[in-house]
């Protein structure tokens, strides 16, 4: 099985940076779409960012538009996500997540496959 795991969460003042790493396992990490999502405390889980296997392809939710980017290298099999501007409202678990079936309906969390188990970060004031 393909294991995910997140890193680089932590406390960041808003208007701060704050960058994540995701670590996939396997040797076939190009074939894998993957993408982030966050879910805040009493909140439903969202889409964050997704990436092709190419990283040709990229996705933002709206929310994060213009302030996030993310990015792979596939030697290294790992996602980033880098976030500026950090907002309040960014607060949140955030996961990574790889989908093995190929990118589409990439903001639905149901169609990835493996789940990193999250890293918080928290934006304070």
């Known amino acids: 099985q393909v294991q995910v795991v997140e890193s680089g969460g932590g406390f960041v003042q808003a208007g701060g940076s704050l960058n994540l790493s995701c670590v996939a396992s396997?040797?076939?990490?190009?074939?894998?779409?993957m993408g982030w999502f966050r879910q805040a405390p009493g909140k439903e889980r969202e889409f964050v960012a997704a990436?092709?296997?190419?990283?040709?392809?990229?996705y933002y939710a709206e929310s994060v538009k213009g302030r996030f980017t993310i990015s792979r290298v596939n030697a290294k099999d790992t996602v980033f996500l880098e976030m500026n501007s950090l907002k309040l409202e960014d607060t949140a678990v955030y996961y990574c997540?790889?989908?093995?079936?190929?990118?589409?309906?990439?903001?639905?969390?149901?169609?990835?496959?493996?789940w990193g188990q999250g890293t918080q970060v928290t934006v304070s004031s």
């Open positions: 990436i092709a296997g190419s990283g040709d392809t990229k």
């Open positions: 396997g040797r076939t990490f190009s074939a894998y779409a």
């Open positions: 997540a790889a989908k093995e079936t190929g990118f589409y309906y990439y903001s639905s969390s149901r169609t990835y496959d493996y």
